[in-house]
């Protein structure tokens, strides 16, 4: 779909896969696509929080959608992947440990963020809630934490902006500048492997 003026090209997703039926395709779809359409260069994902594992009362259960995604697209296309998450969200033993795997390997570097507090402090204001995937000519937006949960079982939706305009470029050269702003700021620290 072409939308404003200047246009820019976009598309719509949607979660959990249980809308796929009304003929929009699924966030997990459109994030997928802006992974594996990469090839080389650079590719920026965000979240508040980034697990491959479900968490379930009885025993945990592995789902490597993305994970896989993004080992394949350092290995075998040599894409540089800079990820960053929530410094808070790391302190859940499988969202650490999902991306203590995934720090190091190939090109892939995590980094967390870590914001100082301010009074008053008020609860759940000083996070990095961002969700986003950028790669050299698309960027999807969402509301979905990149964990099995949201995408599976959450109401949530995404925009996949292309770069295929001059208004859609400038816009994702846009979203690349924000995240490298917070990604070499001084509140984010590369993921601790201990």
């Known amino acids: 779909m072409t939308v404003g003026h200047?246009?820019?090209?976009?598309?719509?997703?949607?979660?959990?896969?249980?809308?796929?039926?009304?003929?929009?395709?699924t966030d997990l779809e459109a994030i997928q696509r802006v992974i594996n359409d990469q090839n080389e260069g650079f590719l920026r994902l965000c979240a508040m929080e980034y697990s491959n594992f479900t968490y379930e009362v009885h025993g945990h259960k592995f789902w490597g959608e993305v994970d896989w995604m993004l080992r394949k697209a350092t290995m075998e296309r040599d894409v540089t992947i800079h990820i960053m998450v929530d410094h808070h969200e790391t302190k859940s033993f499988l969202s650490?440990?999902?991306?203590?795997?995934?720090?190091?390997?190939?090109?892939?570097?995590?980094?967390?963020?870590?914001?100082?507090?301010?009074?008053?402090?008020?609860?759940?204001?000083?996070?990095?809630?961002?969700?986003?995937?950028?790669?050299?000519?698309?960027?999807?937006?969402?509301?979905?934490?990149?964990?099995?949960?949201?995408?599976?079982?959450?109401?949530?939706?995404?925009?996949?902006?292309?770069?295929t305009t001059h208004a859609g470029n400038k816009m994702i050269i846009d979203l690349k500048d924000i995240f490298d702003r917070y990604y070499g700021s001084e509140y984010a620290k590369y993921l601790e492997l201990s």
Not at 8 to 13: A, D, K, N, R, V
Request: proline share 9%.
């Open 6 to 25: 200047p246009p820019i090209q976009l598309s719509f997703s949607i979660s959990p896969p249980f809308f796929k039926k009304y003929g929009i395709e």
């Open 96 to 163: 650490r440990h999902s991306l203590q795997t995934l720090h190091g390997y190939g090109k892939i570097y995590v980094k967390t963020i870590l914001f100082p507090k301010m009074e008053p402090d008020i609860p759940f204001t000083r996070l990095f809630h961002s969700k986003m995937c950028i790669s050299d000519d698309r960027a999807w937006v969402s509301t979905n934490n990149l964990t099995p949960n949201y995408f599976e079982n959450c109401a949530g939706f995404g925009c996949t902006l292309f770069g």
